[in-house]
């Protein structure tokens, strides 16, 4: 344990010190898996498929904010999607729109949500989100989640229909745009899985701010087990189609992952928990005040201890 803190105490000193370095890496690798994944997946357009796309793009994305690289990336969705079909564009368009109005509108700091959600379903890793964001962020990160949930379903639905979207004539406009507006929003899967994970958001966040010890490991737990509920409801109501053993690891990944969050962001100790009770002229206050865990890393010195013998000979070499 000792070893533990004492290698988070250096990893914290160090991206203290190259922090400047730091963080446009990994916007870079952020930007660049994000564009990959869009080309990789529904790369309609020949030209842009060109693997120096994402390499650009990451770069450019490694000076901007996380929600700029998130509107390039929807642009870059926009115009592979455009030729192929319209109306899905014109669909996806109406959807950006709505998720900018959303973002700048409550949340503007969650930019990275709507990137790292879609990415992490596509690394069959996505349980993982609700417990952070409900440990790290606030119950209005909900919604730059949800949203990335719906991108990456979006991105599914293209890929697994690109041949039917290109082959249909353009005097059934309407009812195409009618058909893909219910085949896309009408995912129950989706549904499901965003109200899984707002609901473990919502939890997390409530539970990891209750004054009870290990109020954070617990928090982790019922966010796990809260999406269980939901996503298992949502099955028995509409047949999901859900493989229960991706889900089982995929959970199970999320706990370790929640929890190694946990020890770098919130490492406290219990056992030296002091409760303070003082007052002004208007109020009484009692206090929990809960000591964090903080190792320094030792500063070990060494010093060359010389025999008679071995001190003169140095110094007969020095001269």
């Known amino acids: 344990m000792m070893e533990l803190l004492v290698f988070k105490d250096k990893l914290r000193r160090f991206y203290g010190k190259y922090s400047l370095y730091i963080n446009p890496l990994i916007k870079f690798a952020v930007g660049y ?3 990959y994944l869009i080309n990789s997946n529904v790369g309609f357009m020949t030209r842009l ?4 796309i994402p390499v650009i793009m990451g770069l450019v994305a ?3 904010p996380y929600g700029l690289t998130a509107f390039f990336a929807g642009c870059l969705l926009l115009v592979h999607v455009a030729q192929v079909s319209l109306e899905i564009a014109l669909i996806i368009a109406v959807f950006m729109a709505a ?3 959303l973002y700048y509108g409550f949340r503007p700091g969650d930019g ?3 990137l790292l959600t879609p990415m992490l379903f596509f690394f069959n890793i996505p349980y993982v989100i609700p417990l952070l964001v409900g440990l790290s ?3 209005v990160s909900i919604i730059p989640v949800s949203s990335g949930i719906c991108i990456y379903y979006i991105i599914m639905y293209l890929k697994q229909n690109a041949g039917v979207l290109a082959g249909s004539s353009m005097s059934e406009m309407a009812d195409r745009f009618i058909q893909i507006a219910k085949s896309v929003f009408g995912n129950e899967l989706m549904w499901v899985m965003a109200a899984a994970f707002a ?10 701010n209750l004054p009870v010890d290990h109020a954070w490991p617990i928090a982790i737990i019922a966010g796990v087990i809260t999406q269980l509920i939901v996503i298992f409801v949502g099955d028995m109501k509409f047949e999901l189609p859900i493989s229960v053993t991706a889900m089982v690891i995929g959970m199970v990944v999320a706990v370790i992952l929640a929890l190694i969050y946990q020890f770098f962001v919130f490492a406290v100790d219990y056992t030296r928990t002091e409760y303070l009770q003082y007052e002004d002229d208007e109020y009484h206050y009692y206090v929990k005040a809960v000591p964090k865990i903080a190792v320094s890393a030792p500063d070990v010195k060494v010093q060359r201890i010389y025999t008679r013998k071995a001190a003169k000979t140095e110094r007969k070499q020095e001269h």
């Open 62 to 64: 490694s000076i901007v």
């Open 33 to 35: 898996v994000a564009f």
């Open 199 to 208: 609901a473990a958001i919502l939890v997390v966040f409530i539970i990891k």
């Open 49 to 52: 498929k060109n693997p120096l």
């Open 112 to 114: 990275y949500l709507l």
């Open 137 to 139: 962020g606030g119950i």
């Open 99 to 101: 998720v900018l109005l």
